[in-house]
């Protein structure tokens, strides 16, 4: 009659967006169990018309569930992910603490979802940025080898979560009423800005969101040698990221081949017309679940390079639509 | 005792900066003429703590200048540029008109000066986006090499003019009071989103924005058969462009002697020091006359390969000061 889903994270920005697409999608749930940690313990949250409790994340809380998304903090992850694997939960993990783990299938359902095969109960779920890339760049490893991908990214605030939601709101505010504002969750001002630093320094050269879409994007695409390199820029955008890709190709490709590869790619909308100003934008794309990709063209000063701009909700398919499609092709398997 | 000055389109954002340039600088005026379109005639400029009145600009109005600065449209540019020239005025010509006509040079000061030798009274200005990237590479060309250029553009709306800075303050107010808002400047809703569209499309692959950046950079270097290719998008972000660039080099480089060869160029700042969050931002350097570089770092996935990110004023170095240099190189040689 349908499956025991836990949300753990259910009031964060991922997690609501979880539970409405299991409406949405109607994914067949007996019961769901709304999760967090001990700060958003009591809260009321919504689902199916109901109004349920959320509860304190733990073992307890998670015992008999068919399945767990894990939306929360890394360190929630690290904790309670491998104890509800083990229990018999297929967790489908959203952080950050798994993907590279050997042992962890990290999957995208419409390029690598071969991958689920032989999983032990623990799946993670990519990086935002790396979602829409790979998506994109998987129909066109198949039909033409890529050499190289260049990645310059413009993500949305929502990325960070809620709080830089609200820092945005604020800040947006208090400048165009002149007032000061202090920012709290960024190092900048957000507001009227752009700021090429995403996630933390991992070490002088680059940050951790720089490194995920390099690493993920190998083991996702199974190309541990691709050459893909990026620089991550955090725009005063709500929802929406935006990706400027420059990829040389190993074989003969054209413009019109890459839209006809991509507009039959699962997942990939194209809007390319520039006779028309037809390209994919945020606030366009924003409450999508596919992946759009505009701006296909030439670059005519090497023999196969070629841009895409690629666009797609970072909290849908960057997030929640991403982990709930694992869940259904699981339950099609 | 000085030069009598022209400034046409007086009333708009370069203009008005060029003339608040010319007083920050000292440029040594002895009459400085506020010319416009027809339109703004008969309005008041300050200059030099005077109320000046606008005239429109004509063969008449410009008619023993020494020096006219143009920062109003192509079409008033191709009309009266050459008429004044011819009469003797020197012309600096910020419109696209006249950059890649091979009679006339286009000039950023520091790194093409000497292209002003022999001038015919008409130089042209680059393009904002191009300025702030020469600058930038041009040290690194004559030091190791350049192979190849790829731009990915974060610009602020002012580089559209005052309507545009105008449709960004309005709509973002409208969007914030969830009022509905009808865009007139730009095809596309500009506030919390991103447009990957700068001026118009020239063709079916790319903006005239792209290509200006492609052919002025090839010219201002010298080499007309650089491999440069851009993709240029529009911000929520008043004033400052910025630009992730990756580019390879011809002979061996590293992140520490590529800091080095940048911060002793002339006009160009870094600010690198991941530690420290210190990287530039268009909030930080509008207001500021150089072109400031961070985020300095090897592309591990390639031999000789390395990522910049480049802010700087579009409308002072990207515009006004730019111009204003260049009249000062003329009066110093």
Same mark, same amino acid.
């Given at each position: 009659?349908?499956?025991?889903?836990?949300?753990?994270?259910?009031?964060?920005?991922?997690?609501?967006?979880?539970?409405?697409?299991?409406?949405?999608?109607?994914?067949?749930?007996?019961?769901?169990?709304?999760?967090?940690?001990?700060?958003?313990a009591g809260r009321v949250v919504q689902f199916a018309g109901e109004q349920l409790e959320v509860r304190e994340a733990s073992a307890e809380t998670l015992?008999?569930?068919d399945f767990a998304f894990f939306a929360a903090s890394g360190d929630v992850s690290r904790e309670l992910a491998p104890v509800a694997a083990r229990a018999?939960?297929?967790?489908?993990? =959203?952080?950050?603490?798994?993907?590279?783990?050997? $042992?962890?299938?990290?999957?995208?359902?419409?390029?690598?979802?071969?991958?689920?095969?032989? @999983?032990?109960?623990?799946?993670?779920?990519?990086?935002?940025?790396?979602?829409?890339? *790979?998506?994109?760049? =998987?129909?066109?490893?198949? +039909?033409?080898?890529?050499?190289?991908?260049?990645?310059?990214?413009?993500?949305?605030?929502? #990325?960070?979560?809620?709080?830089?939601?609200?820092?945005?709101?604020?800040?947006?505010?208090?400048?165009?009423?002149?007032?000061?504002?202090?920012?709290? *969750?960024?190092?900048?001002?957000?507001?009227?800005?752009?700021?090429? @630093?995403?996630?933390?320094?991992?070490? $002088?050269?680059?940050?951790?969101?720089?490194? =995920?879409?390099?690493?993920?994007?190998? =083991?996702?695409?199974?190309r541990p040698d691709l050459a893909v390199t990026a620089t991550a820029v955090r725009v005063p955008v709500r929802v929406g990221h935006s990706e400027a890709?420059?990829?040389?190709?190993?074989?003969?490709?054209?413009?019109? +081949?890459?839209?006809?590869?991509?507009?039959?790619?699962?997942?990939?909308?194209?809007?390319?017309?520039?006779?028309?100003?037809?390209?994919?934008?945020?606030?366009?794309?924003?409450?999508?679940?596919?992946?759009?990709? #505009?701006?296909?063209?030439?670059?005519?000063?090497? $023999?196969?390079?070629?841009?895409?701009?690629?666009?797609?909700?970072?909290?849908?398919?960057?997030?929640?639509?991403?982990?709930?499609?694992?869940?259904?092709?699981?339950?099609?398997?």
């Amino acid at each position: 009659m349908g499956y025991r889903v836990a949300v753990v994270g259910a009031t964060g920005l991922v997690g609501q967006q979880v539970m409405r697409l299991l409406e949405e999608r109607r994914f067949p749930v007996s019961e769901l169990r709304p999760l967090a940690t001990a700060r958003s313990a009591g809260r009321v949250v919504q689902f199916a018309g109901e109004q349920l409790e959320v509860r304190e994340a733990s073992a307890e809380t998670l015992r008999g569930a068919d399945f767990a998304f894990f939306a929360a903090s890394g360190d929630v992850s690290r904790e309670l992910a491998p104890v509800a694997a083990r229990a018999g939960t297929v967790v489908i993990d =959203k952080s950050n603490t798994f993907r590279l783990d050997p $042992e962890v299938p990290l999957v995208v359902p419409e390029v690598n979802g071969d991958a689920l095969a032989g @999983h032990r109960n623990l799946i993670a779920s990519p990086n935002c940025s790396t979602i829409q890339l *790979v998506v994109v760049l =998987k129909p066109i490893l198949d +039909a033409f080898g890529l050499r190289r991908v260049v990645v310059s990214t413009y993500q949305a605030v929502s #990325g960070t979560g809620a709080a830089a939601l609200e820092e945005l709101e604020a800040a947006t505010r208090a400048d165009l009423e002149g007032r000061p504002f202090e920012p709290q *969750v960024y190092p900048q001002p957000i507001a009227f800005n752009v700021l090429p @630093h995403c996630d933390r320094f991992e070490d $002088e050269a680059a940050t951790l969101e720089e490194w =995920k879409l390099v690493r993920e994007s190998r =083991k996702i695409l199974g190309r541990p040698d691709l050459a893909v390199t990026a620089t991550a820029v955090r725009v005063p955008v709500r929802v929406g990221h935006s990706e400027a890709v420059w990829l040389e190709t190993e074989r003969q490709a054209d413009p019109a +081949a890459l839209r006809e590869v991509l507009a039959a790619a699962p997942g990939v909308v194209v809007w390319d017309d520039p006779t028309r100003n037809l390209y994919p934008t945020p606030l366009q794309v924003a409450g999508r679940d596919e992946v759009f990709v #505009g701006r296909i063209r030439r670059d005519p000063t090497a $023999e196969r390079a070629f841009w895409l701009w690629i666009v797609a909700d970072n909290l849908r398919k960057g997030a929640a639509t991403n982990a709930v499609q694992i869940a259904e092709a699981l339950i099609r398997a």
